[in-house]
């Protein structure tokens, strides 16, 4: 059973395009994380957040608490923005190193 | 500003050969993590440590062992590779407190290949 769900796995855009990730989860969280993974395989923190909505940039990432469920928006989406995002959620209730990842989102925005 | 710091980047053992991956992080975090990432799987956590002197196993930690040096330092060891253990390595840190969660900060990543 995944803990942590990513929707979609793959997901192609034209350069331009609005771009929603979504993320759902099944257990109580302290904390929700976006992590990009570049095509050289770095990773990056995106937002961390635990409730309402954040921007930087064009990116925007919300939470609902009470339904489980992320969003991160990419606006105006560019070529650089390929990249995998992923989702990772901090459960309440487990140890501090208690991290739980999603498979990630592959996405790829085509010129 | 150096970040989170890992050697090597890439490395190939034979199976039963040992090594050890270091990880350095200059942001003075408390919080220091070893993931293992393998191809349609999430990010799964092998070791970490909440705070010096202190580390706990996570989801696979089988077949590794590490050691906080101190603040700054977590060091990932394998003493027996095996094939099982060809992966790309990540270290991360954060700042961490009781419930607190923090951001965080990867390394460039470790390709290692056992044959």
């Known amino acids: 059973k995944n803990e942590v769900e990513q929707s979609p796995q793959n997901l192609t855009a034209q350069e331009g395009e609005f771009i929603t990730i979504n993320c759902s989860y099944s257990v109580g969280i302290s904390a929700l994380h976006w992590l990009q993974q570049h095509p050289g395989g770095g990773i990056v923190s995106l937002f961390m957040l635990s409730s309402g909505k954040k921007k930087h940039g064009r990116l925007i990432a919300t939470i609902n608490i009470q339904e489980k469920h992320s969003s991160l928006h990419i606006t105006a989406s560019h070529p650089r923005d390929s990249a995998v995002y992923i989702c990772?959620?901090?459960?309440?209730?487990?140890?501090?190193?208690?991290?739980?990842f999603g498979k990630g989102t592959k996405l790829s925005v085509k010129p | 500003n150096a970040g989170v710091t890992q050697t090597p980047k890439f490395q190939v053992l034979k199976t039963g050969q040992s090594m050890t991956l270091q990880c350095a992080q200059d942001?003075?975090?408390?919080?220091m993590y070893w993931y293992r990432q393998d191809p349609g799987m999430g990010l799964r956590l092998i070791y970490y440590s909440a705070s010096e002197g202190t580390t706990d196993k996570g989801e696979v930690p089988n077949g590794y062992n590490v050691s906080r040096l101190n603040k700054r330092e977590f060091s990932l060891r394998l003493e027996s590779a095996a094939p099982s253990q060809t992966s790309v390595y990540f270290c991360?840190?954060?700042?961490?407190?009781?419930?607190?969660?923090?951001?965080?900060?990867f390394g460039e990543g470790s390709r290692l290949t056992v044959l």
């Open positions: 990772a959620v901090r459960d309440y209730g487990g140890s501090q190193g208690n991290l739980i």
């Open positions: 991360a840190s954060s700042v961490n407190g009781e419930r607190l969660t923090g951001e965080l900060f």
């Open positions: 942001m003075n975090h408390n919080s």
